[in-house]
Structures are given as C-alpha cells and as structure tokens.
C-alpha cells in the first residue's frame, strides 16, 4: 500500500472557522497547498464582517451571527478567535455541524459554560474537540488517567516579547527584562484564567490529566528564548511522563505557536483520511 493513498480523504468535510487571525489562516493556508478533494472552508465568521479582508478562502460565506451556521450542512466548526468566541458560537457549532473544535480554550474555566457545551454535545450527539494545540503527548497523558495519576506539571516558556500586553507586564517590563523569569505558579485555572491569550494549553493538560485545581503551571518569560516552549511532566501508576516541545511562534502573532495550526490541520486530516493517528 501506499502511503500517499492513506493520506487521500475518504470523505467529504464542510469546515466553518470563526475567527481568521494568525492560526486560523496559517491553516487555510496549508489546507490551500494539501489541496484535499472534498475538503473546503465553506464559512468564515470575522470580527467585522464589512471590513475588506485578504486572504480569506475563496468562496468562503461570511458569518455574522451564529444563526448563520444553519444550513451549511457543516461538518467541523473550529474555534480560532479569542475566549469570548467560545460562549457565543459554541452551541449553534454543535446544533448545526455536530462537532466544535476549540482553540481557546482558557473559555472552560467558567464551569458553567463547559457544562452547558458538554450538556449540549450529550443533546445533539456531537462532540466538543480540544485539539492538542501548540501541545503534544496528550493522548497519552489522558490514557495514564484510567489509572492514577500523581502529579502533573505544565511549565510554559516564551520569550519576554511573547507576555506584552497581559497581566504578566505587573511582574517585569517584556522590553528590559534581563534573565530567565518564572512569575507564575500556580493551578491550571488560574494560569489560563489570568492569562487566556498565552495559556489555553494550561486547560488541555489539565483536561488530559488531573484537572483544573490539581493541575500545577509555571509561567516562565526567557531573553534567552527564541521559542515557545511547552514541558509537561506527570507520574502515576502508568509510570512517568515527560513531554517537551519547542515551538516556532506564528509570524502574525508571537504569542501563538505554530504547532497550534498544525494540530488542527492533523485534526481536520483525521477527519476524512483512512489512517488516523
Ligand atoms: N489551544 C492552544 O494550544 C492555543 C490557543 N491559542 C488561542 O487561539 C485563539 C486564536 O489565536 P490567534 O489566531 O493566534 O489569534 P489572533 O489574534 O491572531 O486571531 C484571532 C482572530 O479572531 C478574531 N475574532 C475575535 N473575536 C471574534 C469573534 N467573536 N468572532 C469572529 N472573529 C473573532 C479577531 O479579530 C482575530 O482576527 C486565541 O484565543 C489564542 O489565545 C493560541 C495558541 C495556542
Ligand atoms: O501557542 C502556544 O505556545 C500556547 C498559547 O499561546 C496558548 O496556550 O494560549
């Protein structure tokens, strides 16, 4: 067999994105070059849907509200705009496509709003996707859990430039800071509650894992760092883990790792490809 035939989609996949910043076009932009038959971009939800905007699919429908996604006949809605996104569209996501994959999501420590997607995906027979992220390992982190776990630890380094415009400028100025910083520690709530632009990661181990409270976070900023970087650490009666990415920022936001889109471009692949992984 080959290999370029278990990577040919089997079936088709009607996407809508709401958002198209740095993650969501850095994925239109692999899909582009994939060129995958009978995967298309068929809707798009922006901010302001009237301003002119590049680089936007071709034929993609505009969004202006999530009434919108009826319709469509979607089949994958994915999240890629910021935590509030999250509340506003995720239960039209799953009434009209079956399936919501979440970016930010630093959006599920309000218990309330998980609980109602999860109460919806149960009603609708859909599903509420946490994909990997700009993280890796998970799969196997969230297998551990069927036995114990003792401890996880998420340490997330990113250069100083990376915490500009975030609570974490009340620890250190991002322009001057001079050595290896960690000015957070902490549970994986409030890592992810304090800081939803750098660390919705902190809410996918935590999810794989022990959870939100018992979750432990180091935020750390490094001059010496050119990456983004993610170290997660667990032991239980599975046996130890350790898992350690370094992480290419996004051109268009260096706060964003590019392994976040492509995560979702394995997301969107597994989709429709015979051989999943
Ligand atoms: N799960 C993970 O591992 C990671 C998650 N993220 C999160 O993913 C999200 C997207 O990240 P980026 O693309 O880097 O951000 P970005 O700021 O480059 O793009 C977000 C886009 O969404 C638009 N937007 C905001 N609210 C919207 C709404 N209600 N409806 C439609 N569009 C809306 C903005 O105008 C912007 O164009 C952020 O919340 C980010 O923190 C980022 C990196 C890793
Ligand atoms: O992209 C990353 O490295 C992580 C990130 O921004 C987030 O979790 O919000």
Redesign the pocket.
Known sequence: MSVSSAVLPVRRLRLGFIGWGAIAARVGELLAARDLPGVEIVAVAVRDPDAARAGLPAGARLLHGPEDLAGLDLDLVIEAAGRPAVAIWGEAALWHAGAFAVSSTSAFCDDALFSRLLATARETGGQLIVPP??LGGMDALAAASALELEAVTHT?T?PPRAWAGTPAEACFDPHTLAERLVFFSGTAREAADRFP??????VISALAGLGLERTRIELVADPAATL?S?AVAAHGAFGRLDVRLE?EPLPDNP???Q??ALSLLRLIENRTVPLVF
């Open positions: 992220g700009a997330i990113k632009q750098n660390a919705n990661v902190a983004n993610h992480n706060k964003s790792s392994m976040t």
